[in-house]
């Protein structure tokens, strides 16, 4: 009887620790360190950006120890798939298609797209303004698309290419007539670099959420509601203790939650 007791209570002090040692496993983070500013490296190797800085900050709100896991970015829903990763946070846009292999927390910044042109252009409206012209995207994004879909009534041509730093480079060089990207990319990729002397934004923000989603939102396994939740919870609380403003005061002189 004695020896029954002794193997019961050794075996709930197993699934004790079991349990503790679950709770214990450190949240891995996915993230592409090539998107600045929201990610990249420092010179010696160290991930930075508002996406790191934001994630570090909801780890500790959430009191749990979390790990950057490296990936390239399409590369980081497979990895969350097959479970070597157990969220996505590297601003990954909240679409109704990703949501078919993957799920989200509320979005936990919103930075709409923008024209760039030449300074003195005087367009007001690109939409009804840049007929003939040539507009550069990044092959595939939701610029590309949106690019696309409004350029027949619009009456200017899409180039596209294989990369943002090839557009700037055909935009500097006056191969292009306007830019379309995200604000903030074009504003600390390209405006603010020596490169984009003599360029401003021009027209107003694009904002549709059927080409550029909900924002940018964590994202985790199908059906994990519970970390989705907790970084729903923590993403509220360093809204509302002033956190996430110290975060993005950083990086940005406006707010980069968005409406």
Known sequence: MKKL????ALALSMLSLTAVAEDAKPIRLGIEAAYPPFSMKTADGKLTGFDVDIGDALCKQMDVKCVWVEQEFDGL??????????????SMTITDDRKKNVDFTI????????FVMKEGSGVKDPLTELKGKKVGVLRA?????????IAKDAGFE???????????????????????ADSVNLSDGF????????????????????????????????????????????????????????????YFDFDVYGH
Not at 5 to 8: C, H, I, N, S
Not at 107 to 114: C, L, V
């Open 5 to 8: 007791v002794m193997f019961g």
């Open 77 to 90: 829903i497979p990895a969350l798939k097959v479970k070597k990763i157990d969220a996505i946070l590297s």
């Open 107 to 114: 979005k936990y910044y919103h930075t709409p797209a923008r």
């Open 141 to 149: 994004s939701t610029h590309d698309r949106y690019a696309t879909d």
């Open 158 to 180: 899409v180039v596209r290419y294989g990369s943002q730093q090839e557009a700037n480079l055909d935009m500097k060089s006056g191969r292009l007539d306007a830019m379309l």
């Open 191 to 250: 405006l603010k670099t020596d490169a984009g002397k003599g360029f401003e934004f021009v027209g107003p923000t694009y904002e549709d959420a059927k080409y550029f989603g909900g924002g940018a939102g964590i994202a985790v396994r199908k059906g994990d509601t519970e970390l989705a939740e907790k970084f729903n919870k923590a993403i509220t609380e360093i809204r509302a203790n002033g956190e996430y403003k110290k975060v993005q005061d950083k």
